[in-house]
């Protein structure tokens, strides 16, 4: 402290944090990682790396904003890949879709790690703390994969499209279209992730004999279908409902009610988007008639 108490400058750069803002991408993040390296700022220990919709300013922090160009980002991704192999860059890229609010500094030790040791298998080096951390990021990223792909409930509409409404705890969208996309290739289908906004859609009419359509992006809904899908369930959506309602509370034994158990296999926050949770305790005209 009596250093500082002298009659000594000192530029703000000294005594703050260095942060590289990027655009909310992965493009974004990898022209971030080529700015580190080009401006030679990669070994400053203090260094993060900060999506724009998760920074905070402060009065304190030396902050650079850094614009996604797709050719230095490409060039960081051929480097990563022959570096980290396919597997690895899974991990990154699943990281990522984890959207934590310092995912984007600890990609980027990985990276560094890996580009300072190239001949090691940094996954497999679980002492090293930002792998670690990525690793069980990845493994909460995959647990809400599955769990998105047993829980998403379609409801049919009047437009002949199968929507489901889903609020997943990460970005995991890009991860499950494909789950759907091998599986509902007869059909029109849209999945929404209310929170962040997007969707995936997939046109039946699109696709080939031998080749499932692409998957498209959607954006926009209408806020009147998101607060209230009933209003645009086919007539044959709302008997499969009360069908499925029926069979539902029916086949419950309440001698083996186990309130725990249930929740811990389908945690109650997935509720909300499952028909058979909507069925009222008064539900009477459900009740099995002896």
């Known amino acids: 402290m009596s ?25 974004g993040w990898l022209s971030a990682v080529y700015y580190a390296y080009e401006h030679k700022i990669q070994h400053d220990s203090a260094l993060q790396l900060i999506a724009q919709d998760c920074y905070i300013p402060s009065l304190i922090a030396q902050a650079t904003s850094v614009t996604t160009d797709e050719d230095k980002a490409e060039r960081v991704l051929t480097k990563l890949n022959k570096l980290l192999g396919r597997s690895g860059m899974r991990n990154m890229l699943w990281g990522f879709l984890s959207e934590k609010g310092n995912i984007g500094t600890t990609l980027f030790q990985v990276a560094k790690y890996a580009i300072d040791y190239p001949s090691r298998s940094i996954m497999q080096d679980l002492g090293n703390l930002n792998v670690l951390e990525l690793v069980q990021t990845v493994k909460s990223v995959g647990r809400e994969k599955h769990r998105m792909e047993a829980f998403v409930r379609f409801e049919h509409t009047t437009d002949d499209i199968y929507f489901a409404r889903v609020e997943p705890d990460f970005n995991v969208l890009p991860l499950i279209g494909e789950h759907f996309r091998q599986r509902y290739q007869d059909q029109h289908w849209a999945i929404y992730d209310i929170s962040r906004g997007f969707g995936i859609y997939y046109d039946k009419n699109q696709s080939t004999p031998s080749r499932p359509a692409a998957l498209q992006t959607i954006t926009n809904l209408d806020d009147a279908v998101l607060r209230n899908p009933a209003s645009i369930h086919s007539e044959y959506e709302q008997r499969y409902q009360k069908f499925w309602q029926g069979y539902f509370t029916n086949v419950n034994i309440k001698e083996r009610k186990n309130p725990r158990l249930h929740k811990q296999y389908l945690p109650q926050r997935y509720w909300k988007y499952l028909s058979e949770k909507q069925v009222l305790p008064n539900a009477e005209h459900l009740q099995k008639r002896r």
């Open 3 to 27: 250093a500082l108490t002298q009659n000594q400058t000192y530029s703000v750069g000294q005594l703050t944090h260095s942060i590289i803002i990027y655009e909310p991408s992965f493009e």
